[in-house]
């Protein structure tokens, strides 16, 4: 998908593709799995998306929109994102009408940068502790229900990923944690959001495919492994999903 003209089509009326019949059937499982959990939290406010504005997420909240318009959508905002993150998560906000919530560390970029100097360099784990893990954490807990755009095939660390289980937050409360990507492939989020006519992130068109922070993103080195990319190899996760694990 071209997505050099996104502001021309955001806001457009989808041009439907053709879809695979095993991808129809993918999405019909999706539809279903977001209906029946959902009827288990009634009220809006009982379940959340969290959203990095990747391929996955933005997917998955056009889906989980056609049965909860107003799902509160949960944005990290490290104060490290790619302008084009940031202006690409304003762009579908406003066109999709979302109930953004931007979750904020309680250091700003300045702050802990001058208190512990440049610790997405030095120590990466640390970082994404303080402005990831500890801001959603705290949010999350007041839902019953998270959703997420993860998948097994993004990296080794995902391999036992489930479509639907309950996760316990460090505070000990438990949340459902929804995952309804768990088996799909990155040709089918990318067909999917072809036949929805959904703009994707511009940087994709640069050659990224897996996009956190910008310091700690560049272009994958291994053509096999979408996440290369992250945080210069020296671990695949940020901390919130599972534990982290050296590359």
């Not at 695979?20 to 019909?28: D, G, K, S, T």
């Not at 990747?54 to 905002?77: G, H």
């Not at 006519?197 to 990224?208: A, E, N, V």
Request: with cysteine.
């Amino acid at each position: 998908m071209n997505t050099s003209t996104m502001s021309e089509h955001v806001a457009s009326e989808a041009v439907p593709l053709p879809l695979r019949p095993e991808l129809v059937a993918q999405l019909a499982h999706v539809r279903a799995l977001l209906a029946r959990e959902f009827s288990s939290v009634p009220a809006i406010s009982d379940a959340c998306l969290t959203c990095s504005f990747q391929a996955e997420d933005v997917l998955l909240l056009y889906l989980a929109r056609e049965l909860r318009p107003e799902i509160p959508v949960l944005f990290l905002d490290t104060g490290y994102h790619f302008a084009e993150t940031y202006a690409y998560r304003d762009e579908i906000a406003a066109a999709w009408n979302l109930d953004l919530h931007n979750l904020v560390p309680a250091a700003t970029t300045a702050q802990q940068e001058a208190e512990y100097g440049m610790l997405h360099q030095d120590a990466p784990d640390r970082c994404c502790a303080l402005r990831k893990v500890q801001p959603l954490f705290a949010a999350v807990a007041n839902y019953k229900m998270w959703l997420t755009g993860l998948r097994r095939e993004q990296a080794r660390s995902r391999t036992a990923l489930e479509e639907a289980a309950d996760f316990t937050l460090p505070s000990g409360v438990t949340v459902r944690k929804l995952s309804p990507f768990a088996d799909w492939t990155t040709r089918d989020v990318w067909q999917a959001c072809q036949h929805y006519g959904i703009p994707l992130l511009s940087l994709y068109d640069k050659g990224y495919t897996s996009i956190g922070c910008e310091p700690c993103t560049t272009l994958p080195t291994d053509p096999n492994d979408p996440r290369s990319g992250r945080w210069a190899g020296k671990k695949v996760e940020c901390g919130i999903h599972i534990q982290a694990a050296p590359r």
